[in-house]
């Protein structure tokens, strides 16, 4: 009987634990997906077989090949962030195939402490999808107001990548159509793009003004804290 | 002028990431601190300068080398999970200090992912402090009916290790006083122990029932389920 490792990337090149490179090293067959991210540059010395969108979701080819051998799955983030991952866990375990998961560096946990931000004082976390036609929920902004006095974390639309500058248009235009005075001009945002990463950059302001600042390439994440604590305010004061 | 580096040990031995670790090697000085945690293996090849919590608390020792050398601070779980490190890296950056932080695994993010739930459903996240004399706060077990239906993770006091038989029984003799029916006897309870080790633990159960199974030795950590998504129920089902 096989095995199935689900190992995390964590979120930047080189956020890998040495546990998960360990197992990736031990394990038979060696699979990674990149489709909601960036291709992470990794150097097992063996090969990677990428696996798409839609291998991912059928998850066929990995079942089966951890119903022979050992298999590790790579996966940026923590493992088990996306429903895809869990279907595919719950697959497996109802098959009769040993799982485990390596926890990865998450962007849920990274973002509050990279702004210097209490995990403790955020309530939901949200994401901002792409208006479609017939679909342009505005729950997340009520979320927003709903956590209050808790911070929130707003994830962005990764398919395709959406801007922290479309992502806070898109919760003003929100507010222009709501008014309920939880994005306002004045409301502050904090932004951190390329959590992780070397050219890391992070601003917090005012929405109207923040909107319009060149924060470089995806991937972007905002916060729109809620009450701070003396030191929160201190911390988000050296980005502003 | 030298540097400051927080660098996250993750949430068990294994779990420094490969940035962490080329970072701790490059600085001309690493310290560590387990005051809250397990002791961590750790092979650098190098020295590692243990600090003790008192240490840490005034941050002078730490802030005086970084203010002439490149410093790696190693810290168990993500290193700004804590406010002592936030303090400490404000410290730094008034004094003009460069800092940095590697991100960590958390046990914010890690037991949401063990458990097959989804992190976008927890609520605001509790601690359960052991109970002293004139202090005795009900505002975490509030806090989980306040949750409703987002899932709530419940952390144990550090100091001592608080078990999550004695986290649930805290949890019970409250709901015996305030009988608001947030912590009954059927109410559906996740435990996972020793989160990312080879031994981790976890459990589900009714409160009641699961408050006297042997989890084995800490760290624990309590999970209060919401309302649950058919898949995040198949999968707690495996851990009943």
Known sequence: MGELVFIGLGIDDGYITLKGLEEAKRCDRVFAEFYTSKVFNLDLGREIEILDRKEIEEGNRIIEAASRESVALLVPGDPMAATTHLQMRLEAMKRGI???????????????????LE?????????????????SPKSYYYAIGANYPLHTLVLLDTEP???ANEGIRILRDIEKEEKKGIITEETLVCVVARAGSDDCFIKCGKAEGIKSTDFGPTPHA??????????????LNFFS
Chains 1, 2 share one sequence.
Not at 119 to 135: A, Q
Not at 222 to 235: A, D, K, N, Q, Y
């Open 98 to 116: 040993k799982v485990r998961v390596i926890c990865g560096v998450s962007i849920f946990s990274a973002v509050p402490s990279l702004l210097g």
């Open 119 to 135: 995990n403790y004082k955020f309530g939901k976390t949200v994401s901002i999808p792409w208006p479609r036609e017939n679909f």
């Open 161 to 163: 990548p959406m801007s």
């Open 222 to 235: 905002i916060v729109v804290p809620g009450e701070l604590h003396f030191m929160e305010e201190e911390s």
